[in-house]
């Protein structure tokens, strides 16, 4: 299984800046100890052309120019450097790269992304491209070129799963009117952001939610999902953000509720045989270590549906 990551584009930081950096390159580090049958592979930036499925062109331009204005680089919450717009893009490839591969091997992924707080024309919440919506967008665009896209052909369904513990609002925004593309967000209903936007399904969870009652939220989810769209292509942000351990959360799901929440995601696409791309999204972890294992049972997971899906080969 393909995992590819950004990690080596670092933005320079103030110090004392909240975002926790180095869980990139730990959770790099950890898949390096701990799962050696997963390939790394640096990820590759995102071109203008794929940037410009979802993103305005005076944005992208904003980002790689260094034009953004103060308070758009206070809405993002990182300062513009050349770093940050490498590693925007680079997320953004990491996330391209992992669909296509999924879409060849039935699953792969990327360390980074879940960048879903990001709108067409601007950034916010540590959010500079929504690499998600873009892959998305991009699938669709490669997988019609790949049918020879005949005049009125139906794009690829995409359904994007997303269980970070923040509401996807930039995703949510730029396919409200994409019938193609269905969004699912579960969320802290009090979290950021606090003007949310409506995704096609939201479900919204009191703080203090434990593992019982997320995944049955989740169960209920999934079967509204199903009731409701065809999907052909998934993307899941695996958010390490509900853990009871996440400064930003205030949920309270344990490492046993995570995995248990991953796999029902995972079993639900390997039943239906949907190709799946993930991406790590949100994790702040006042220890970070919780983060980062967290995230490493998801990559452990996913690599034995992985096996699956490779096994079911003829």
Not at 116 to 142: I, L, P
């Amino acid at each position: 299984m393909h995992a590819y990551y950004a990690d080596h584009f670092v933005l320079p930081l103030p110090e004392g800046h909240r975002f926790p950096m180095a869980k990139y390159r730990l959770l790099r580090d950890a898949i390096v100890q701990h799962l050696p049958q997963v390939t790394l592979c640096a990820a590759p930036a995102a071109t203008d052309h794929e940037l410009a499925t979802v993103h305005t062109r005076h944005y992208i331009d904003a980002v790689a120019e260094g034009t953004l204005a103060p308070a758009a680089q206070r809405e993002i919450g990182f300062p513009w450097s050349e770093a940050m717009a490498e590693r925007a893009r680079r997320s953004v490839g990491a996330t391209l790269a992992a669909s296509r591969d999924a879409l060849q091997r039935g699953i792969a992924g990327s360390l980074a992304g879940g960048t879903h707080h990001a709108y067409a024309d601007k950034g916010s919440g540590f959010c500079v491209f929504n690499d998600v919506a873009v892959a998305a967008r991009q699938m669709q665009r490669e997988q019609g070129r790949a049918a020879g896209a005949r005049r009125g052909a139906v794009p690829l369904a995409v359904a994007v799963i997303d269980l970070d513990v923040h509401q996807g609002n930039g995703t949510a925004h730029i396919f409200s009117e994409d019938h193609s593309v269905f969004t699912l967000s579960l969320h802290g209903a009090r979290n950021f952001p606090f003007r949310k936007e409506a995704s096609d399904l939201d479900c919204e969870l009191p703080d203090g939610c434990g593992d019982a009652h997320y995944l049955q939220v989740l169960e209920q989810a999934l079967d509204t999902l199903e009731q409701q769209f065809a999907p052909q292509f998934l993307l899941y942000l695996a958010g390490a953000d509900p853990h009871q351990g996440d400064r930003l959360g205030r949920l309270s799901l344990t490492h046993d509720g995570l995995e248990a929440r991953d796999r029902r995601v995972f079993d639900w696409a390997w039943q239906r045989r949907i190709p799946l791309a993930f991406v790590m999204a949100g994790g702040y972890g006042r220890d970070l270590a919780d983060t980062v294992q967290a995230q490493l049972t998801t990559w452990r997971v996913a690599l034995e549906y992985h096996r699956r899906w490779q096994n079911a080969r003829p």
